[in-house]
């Protein structure tokens, strides 16, 4: 029990919940774009996943990994812009294009990094390095914990209060959740939904491809099969519970995060559980905290339903 | 507009779109294959034949699409009602669970005896998973498309730990699976050519159809799947409904688990026993048009694929990830074919060529 108590009192905990928090936040803070304006986007997952490719294969051609995420992000708005062109001028089934997005990216992705390196055996490319902020690093707790990540901590920090500021401050955000809300009688008072939806869905499209380069890139430096690992469904369920929005989808994030952090630190000490269902944890947690939030999640209102003019 | 159709044009028009993405996603694939330096033409020789070449390739790629059809059916029932099953995965894994259990737990039983009960506890297994989702969703109204995903992380890590800990064949070495099943609780293959599996498939595909086409609970489900509003007003009780058929999705589900188990692989439970079933099945089931027929067509057409490819993987080096390319790309072009879009788009054609201007409107830009 004890060494329960050490692993929670230990900074590295808490430092890992933020690091493996960060791509699940990226893609979730997308996604609310996409759902605020009225799209469900399970294809999520398979941007995430192009993302962390292409992000691989920018970085070991152009040897730059600021290069390498920008492509990544490109690549994710590329997926994205697929499925914008079902969802929103096809008026397709959201979900049904999004499962098939993600397993064709997933062949896509595994396919091309067994053409590009022989057998698939993808190389160690220019990654993100954590920086230190000095001084700030040296602040107890909140130190290690944020300043002494990778550059896109920072950049989460700050793209989570732009994303608030712009949903929720600028007449563009009123916009984008009316067509999430009513898109015909935002249709009516001129509000251009379909640009707004294709908006929303290339701002998710960036931000979860951001998330699979940060997989790639700011963690492990390579590209694996699948390797986005169903990252891009919790991002789902974050979004959920942060009840869409981006300030709360960081909580959210953490706390998955958290419970996943502490399945891998609980492997390495004395404490006699079984890693297996440790790693259970974080999804059986995200499930009980969506079904204690009954009735407080509302949900935009025309969220996943198609619309067309006419 | 389509819906306007003649029900025998719009049957052409539905075989023209999967005619046409077919040969699209076909396309796309043979770009980036030849991208790759493959030699097209054994590529599909060899996919040919490994998928129907021989008996033995027939018999394979029906055990293949078994899987897939039962997984895909159960997703077809819960969509007519409006329901997103996406928990095949996790519905597969804790039938096969279930059925392993009974399997090496009632190993002395004669062999059709046990075949049907680890059959049964397949069932019973993969309705309880996605009972739970039905029950959320009734209960709670949480999102299926939620619960079921966590469910499938959830019911997987189980089965890691079950069968690196308490159900490990203690024979393994160290490997992450269970004992083998009883010899005699293998599926029989009818005539070296027809897997059992597949005539169950058949059978579940003429349940669901009886299901849906002939009974009270089917107009239930369709009604349900117009509306809620529309379904209480037909007199449903649309809660149950919609829990009855997350327990249906989940039945054939956990059917597929034990019906792989029985009937295909290495008989064994191991936490790489689904290669991906629960999602292909839905893909199969919208290839199939939500129809218990036409996902069986889907299923057989989608078996035949992934066998051919992972034979041809031994003999032409195509790797397996080709059959999720070439399946994910032919159901983006069957989703953005299946739309009025181009029909609106050869509209406006045919308007400007008449001289009067098109319909304007950013909806077809």
């Given at each position: ?38 799209l469900v986007n399970v294809g999520l997952e398979g941007m995430m996943l192009m993302g962390a490719f292409a992000g691989v294969v920018g ?252 | ?75 077809a029932v819960a969509f007519r009602a409006g329901i997103f099953n996406l928990g095949g995965e996790g519905q597969i894994y804790m039938g ?134 529309a379904g209480r007003f037909a007199g449903f009780r649309v809660e149950m409904v919609g829990f009855g058929v997350m327990l249906i999705a ?116």
């Amino acid at each position: 029990m004890s060494e329960l108590l050490d692993i929670f009192a230990s900074t590295a905990l808490y430092a890992t919940a933020v690091r493996l928090a960060l791509p699940i936040f990226f893609a979730a803070l997308g996604e609310t774009f996409a759902e605020r304006a009225g799209l469900v986007n399970v294809g999520l997952e398979g941007m995430m996943l192009m993302g962390a490719f292409a992000g691989v294969v920018g970085s070991h051609y152009t040897g730059d990994p600021w290069l390498g995420a920008a492509i990544g992000i490109f690549a994710g708005m590329l997926v994205a812009a697929i499925q914008a062109l079902v969802a929103i001028n096809l008026a397709g089934d959201q979900i049904v294009s999004g499962i098939a997005l993600n397993i064709a990216v997933l062949g896509i992705t595994s396919y091309l990094a067994r053409t590009i390196w022989e057998g698939g055996d993808v190389p160690s490319v220019n990654g993100f390095d954590s920086i230190t902020m000095p001084g700030f690093s040296e602040i107890p707790f909140f130190g290690p914990v944020i300043f002494e990540q990778s550059v896109l901590v920072y950049l989460a920090i700050a793209l989570a209060a732009v994303s608030w500021w712009l949903l929720f401050k600028k007449p563009w955000g009123l916009r984008l959740r009316a067509c999430g809300e009513d898109p015909r009688s935002a249709d009516s008072l001129g509000i251009p939904v379909f640009r707004i939806r294709w908006q929303s869905m290339m701002i998710c499209g960036a931000l979860a491809g951001l998330g699979g380069v940060f997989l790639s890139l700011g963690q492990l430096f390579t590209f694996s099969d699948n390797m986005s690992g169903g990252r891009g469904f919790i991002a789902l369920a974050v979004v959920i519970i942060a009840r869409w929005s981006p300030i709360r989808a960081i909580a959210a994030a953490v706390l998955f995060g958290l419970f996943e952090a502490l399945a891998l630190r609980v492997q390495v000490t004395d404490i006699n559980v079984p890693p297996e269902l440790m790693l259970a944890l974080p999804y059986l947690v995200t499930l009980f905290v969506y079904a204690g939030l009954v009735g407080r999640t509302r949900p935009p209102k025309s969220l996943g339903r198609e619309y067309s003019r006419g | 507009m389509i819906a306007a159709l003649q029900p025998d044009r719009q049957a052409m028009m539905m075989t023209l779109r999967m005619g046409v993405s077919v040969v699209a996603a076909i396309a796309v694939s043979s770009i980036l294959l030849a991208a790759g330096g493959f030699d097209l033409q054994l590529v599909y020789e060899e996919i040919l034949r490994q998928s129907l070449g021989s008996p033995f390739a027939i018999k394979n790629s029906l055990i293949e699409a078994v899987p897939i059809t039962l997984v895909g059916l159960g997703v077809a029932v819960a969509f007519r009602a409006g329901i997103f099953n996406l928990g095949g995965e996790g519905q597969i894994y804790m039938g096969a669970l279930a059925a392993i259990g009974v399997a090496l737990g009632f190993s002395g039983l004669p062999g059709p005896l046990l075949i049907c009960l680890t059959l049964i506890a397949g069932i019973i297994g993969g309705a309880l998973w996605g009972g739970v989702a039905g029950a959320l969703r009734s209960r709670l109204g949480l999102s299926e498309i939620i619960t079921t995903i966590m469910l499938n992380f959830i019911a997987f890590w189980i089965v890691s730990y079950l069968v690196r800990g308490p159900i490990q064949d203690p024979n393994s070495a160290g490997y992450p699976y269970t004992a083998e099943i009883p010899g005699r609780s293998q599926l029989p293959i009818v005539g070296d050519l027809i897997p059992t599996g597949f005539l169950i498939a058949v059978i579940a595909s003429a349940v669901a159809w009886v299901l849906l086409e002939r009974t009270k609970t089917g107009i239930g489900i369709k009604s349900l799947g117009s509306g809620e509003a529309a379904g209480r007003f037909a007199g449903f009780r649309v809660e149950m409904v919609g829990f009855g058929v997350m327990l249906i999705a989940g039945a054939m589900s956990g059917l597929a688990g034990a019906v792989a188990l029985l009937g295909g692989g290495d008989g064994r439970l191991s936490d790489f026993f689904s290669p991906g079933w629960g999602f292909i099945g839905v893909m199969t089931a919208l290839i199939g048009r939500g129809s218990p027929i036409g996902t069986l067509l889907a299923g057989l057409f989608v078996g035949f694929l992934t066998n051919g490819i992972s034979g041809a993987q031994g003999t032409a080096g195509v790797p397996n990830s080709v059959a999720q390319m070439l399946l994910g790309l032919f159901v983006l072009f069957l989703i953005i074919s299946n739309t009025d879009f181009f029909v609106r788009l050869a509209e406006s054609a045919r308007a400007s060529l008449a001289g009067s201007r098109p319909r304007r409107g950013k909806a077809t830009v």
